[in-house]
């Protein structure tokens, strides 16, 4: 579904990603984990096509379209989401107001404040959203868990092919993390939806039960593997997995 070939980017001027491949199937749960400032984040802007970020090679491709040049609005329409490590907040404009314009945009379709209520009731309960943030301004004044629920819920109304959810877990409760975590499994059942998780921590994992996990180290995907790399890691840190993919250790170790 996704397939990212020898991805290649710079962020003023520095050199973050140097040859990122990854493959995402239909419908399954890949992790992408590794230390701070590795690149993750910008990897998850690099593919929805952020501005900031200059890709120098390399290809994207979403459900077997090349979507490489195309610009972040095309890729949303082709179907790819992000969520944001940190959710921008848009102090006059109303959540209810924000999401209902997405869905029409999306789904190409005119739906009245009535019918969207009904829309959004189910997915409130499974995101454990009150009501009354739905009349707040976007993300003004949201707790971290308001945010990443809100994250959520737009990625519901969106149904996109790929969603990249990056760091959905920080700064967030475990009971928020739990309620992310049994989304990610509802809409991947109900809508077949591909998740890419960038993330740190392996409680959201044990929730979530991964089909895949990738490390990055030095811009690039340097090992990957299924839920025992992630308990390997907790374990032995990243310096393990730096020293086994040199091939001093090989994979003698696990
Ligand atoms: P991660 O998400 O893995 O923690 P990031 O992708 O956020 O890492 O950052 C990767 C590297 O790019 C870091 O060294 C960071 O300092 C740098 N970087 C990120 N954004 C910018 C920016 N807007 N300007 C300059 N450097 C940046
Ligand atoms: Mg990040």
């Known amino acids: 579904m996704l397939v990212v070939q020898e991805l290649q980017a710079k962020i003023a001027d520095k050199e973050i990603l140097k040859g990122v491949n990854l493959e995402v199937p239909a419908g399954e749960i890949h992790v992408i984990m590794g ?87 189910d997915k409130l309960e499974m995101l454990s959203i009150d009501r009354s943030a739905l009349s707040r301004y976007l993300n003004d004044g949201f707790s971290g868990g308001e945010m990443k629920r809100l994250e959520m819920l737009q990625l519901s109304l969106i149904k996109p092919k790929v969603a990249i959810l990056d760091e959905i877990d920080s700064g967030v409760d475990v009971d928020a993390q739990k309620t992310v975590a049994e989304a990610i499994k509802k809409i991947r059942e109900s809508d077949g939806t591909s998740f890419v ?11 979530v039960n991964p089909d895949k ?17 992630v308990h390997a890691l907790e374990r032995e840190g990243y310096e393990w997995v730096r020293q086994a993919t040199d091939g001093s250790i090989a994979n003698s170790a696990h």
């Open 35 to 121: 230390p701070n400032g590795v690149g993750k984040s910008t990897l998850g802007h690099v593919l929805m096509g952020h501005k900031s970020y200059e890709r120098t090679a390399g290809r994207i491709l979403l459900d077997g379209t090349d979507i490489t040049e195309m610009d972040t609005a095309e890729r949303a329409k082709a179907g790819l989401f992000l969520a944001f490590q940190y959710p921008v907040s848009i102090p006059g404009l109303r959540v209810s107001e924000y999401l209902r314009n997405l869905y029409c945009l999306r789904h190409n379709v005119q739906v009245g404040v009535a019918e969207f209520r009904k829309i959004l009731r």
């Open 197 to 207: 998780i960038i993330t740190h921590y392996q409680r959201l994992l044990n929730f």
């Open 213 to 229: 996990v990738h490390v990055v180290l030095d811009g690039k995907v340097s090992r990957s593997g299924d839920m025992s790399l």
